[in-house]
């Protein structure tokens, strides 16, 4: 026993021996925001005000069940008023003109409160799905997507994309026009600053994917949660294209199919305040939030989120979510500016795409064949991120016309979770690493 007990020390005091630990990790891989921008000073703001005499009677209300089962109506109030603010000046483009299609601007969107994107995501396909259905997906996307469409029994394909990023929603339209291709129930996408290319979808095909929606009676779910994280300079980059729900919401055919097509927002406040408030919102016609007050777990516990509705309603109301979202927007630019600037004294490392807001840059290895086995020498010299081939949840070719090794040299980085001077110490970490991997790449074994 005591034999068994000193081989076994002996063997931990040599395999701690042979491996050099790095004293820090530089984390490009998790999507959160850096601890310093949490508003931990705003939330004691709020609780104050909540915690008023004047207050007590919303108090009281928000600790019990709701009689809205879509959310306290001052909140869905003030929600509106927060999208209308920060919206305004987003491109509405021109609405196409086809025979089939009605254009109209009395169709207003109806909104929903959820726990997160996730959530929102995940009744949707509760009440408009059932197990066998398409939901077709860009190339590359969030990489946590496809487990949600997977648990509700659905196939996920990949949607026509072009070789320079973002959906080909041209050759969309020919496949289905053509009817080589069955019209999918469900279409996700990421159109404003994409996880993980920071791609946005122009206002053109904006438009024509809303045609296309209504015309196929297809549901286009746009997870919009980084639209308002957004810092261009619309005078040098733009004006931001609207939100898929806005342009939908104007779009009907009139070929009277029986199964409605639309386009659906789903967003929340995860990224544009804090995660831990777990709230957000679901952004589409009358007819699909009706299908969400049908469900009996939305029916069972009487809404979502009542207490921490009312917390974002007086920050809402009293200006505190403006101005925590001004923060965040200055504070990630800054990141995200210095991240690519350090990127950019490396010519064998691409940035796609500049970022103008959102949470990541999506980058290129042009001389590493598989992020995959870089990534594992950037950890041992202490740097992480997420491998391109994390965000492909196809994996081949499919409609997507992209080759299926079309992630593998690249990689997510994520410029919020960490403060400036890891960003500049992690960037030049990173750059050290590659050069020394494309000095000694890892030998392959040979029998």
């Not at 996307?141 to 509700?152: G, K, N, P, Q, R």
Request: glycine share 8%.
């Amino acid at each position: 026993m005591h034999l068994l007990l000193l081989l076994s020390v002996s063997v931990a005091f040599l395999f701690h021996s042979s491996f050099s630990f790095p004293e820090k990790m530089f984390n490009f891989l998790r999507g959160h925001p850096n601890g310093s921008l949490l508003p931990v000073e705003e939330m004691q703001e709020i609780f104050s005000k909540i915690g008023a005499s004047s207050n007590q009677e919303r108090l009281l209300e928000s600790l019990n069940y709701m009689e809205d089962d879509r959310g306290d109506p001052d909140l869905l109030d003030e929600l509106s008023d927060f999208m209308e603010r920060h919206t305004w000046t987003d491109d509405i483009g021109i609405p196409p003109i086809e025979d089939d299609i009605e254009i109209s601007n009395e169709r207003p969107t109806d909104l929903f409160i959820t726990h997160g994107v996730s959530h929102g995501i995940d009744i949707l396909c509760t009440a408009q799905t059932k197990r066998g259905d398409v939901v077709m997906m860009e190339r590359p996307t969030y990489f946590l997507a496809a487990d949600i469409f997977l648990s509700h029994g659905l196939q996920i394909k990949s949607l026509p994309m072009k070789i320079s990023g973002g959906i080909d929603v041209d050759r969309l339209e020919q496949l289905l026009e053509s009817k080589e291709m069955t019209p999918p129930r469900m279409i996700y996408i990421i159109p404003t600053h994409q996880n993980p290319t920071a791609l946005t979808m122009g206002i053109n095909d904006r438009w024509k994917l809303a045609v296309i929606a209504a015309r196929h009676g297809i549901l286009v779910l746009a997870d919009e949660v980084y639209h308002l994280l957004d810092w261009r300079d619309e005078k040098i980059d733009g004006r931001r294209p609207a939100r898929m729900a806005v342009l939908g919401s104007r779009v009907a055919s009139n070929r009277g199919r029986s199964q409605l097509g639309c386009c659906i927002t789903v967003s929340s406040f995860t990224k544009i305040f804090a995660p831990g408030v777990r709230c957000g919102w679901i952004e589409g016609p009358k007819e699909i939030i009706d299908s969400l007050l049908s469900l009996g777990y939305i029916q069972s516990q009487g809404g979502c989120a009542p207490f921490v509705g009312e917390l974002i309603r007086t920050s809402l109301a009293e200006g505190i979510s403006d101005r925590v979202l001004e923060k965040l927007n200055k504070a990630y630019k800054k990141r995200c500016q210095r991240l690519c600037e350090i990127l950019q004294t490396e010519p064998r490392i691409s940035i796609d795409t500049i970022p103008l807001g959102g949470y990541f840059l999506w980058v290129s290895f042009c001389d590493v064949d598989d992020t995959t086995e870089f990534l594992n020498h950037c950890e041992e010299k202490g740097v992480k991120f997420l491998p391109g081939i994390r965000c492909d949840s196809l994996g081949d070719a499919g409609w997507s016309g992209l080759p299926a090794d079309a992630c593998q040299r690249r990689a997510r980085l994520c410029f919020a979770d960490m403060d400036l001077v890891d960003i500049e110490d992690g960037a030049a970490l990173l750059i050290s690493c590659y050069r020394e991997y494309l000095e000694s790449p890892p030998s392959s074994d040979v029998s």
